[in-house]
């Protein structure tokens, strides 16, 4: 089992700025890849980034893609997104997930292990 926890959501204008944080906590976090996906009201739940193992690969979503940074740090088993030049349309809530998969993947069903996710709104 891999535990995660979202933070750092909250209410920003357009063009803020924002980092998201996630914990994970339970097995070797370092054998899992991991992902951010993100749902708004009345959608499906879109991945945004992905990120392998090791950290040395990344994919982003191309509606992000230039704006977000997927990165993460196995020793204190954290996952960040830093969003910048942010957009009304960015407005959703934030999950983070975790797959035994040794790199991403942008499908929902590739992931085992979900967070609670963490809301994030845009206003313009």
């Known amino acids: 089992q891999v535990q995660l926890v979202e933070s750092g959501g909250g209410l920003v204008q357009a063009g803020d700025s924002l980092k998201l944080s996630c914990a994970a906590s339970?097995?070797?976090?370092?054998?899992?890849?991991v992902a951010w996906f993100r749902q708004a009201p009345g959608k499906e739940r879109d991945f945004v980034a992905g990120?392998?193992?090791?950290?040395?690969?990344?994919s982003y979503a191309d509606s992000v893609k230039g704006r977000f940074t997927i990165s993460r740090n196995n020793a204190k088993t954290m996952v960040y997104l830093e969003m910048s030049s942010l957009k009304p349309e960015d407005t959703a809530v934030y999950y983070c997930?975790?797959?035994?998969?040794?790199?991403?993947?942008?499908?929902?069903?590739?992931?085992?292990?979900w967070g609670q996710g963490t809301q994030v709104t845009v206003s313009s």
């Open positions: 339970g097995r070797t976090f370092s054998n899992y890849a």
């Open positions: 997930a975790a797959s035994a998969l040794r790199s991403w993947s942008s499908a929902r069903y590739a992931y085992q292990y």
């Open positions: 990120i392998d193992r090791g950290g040395d690969k990344t």
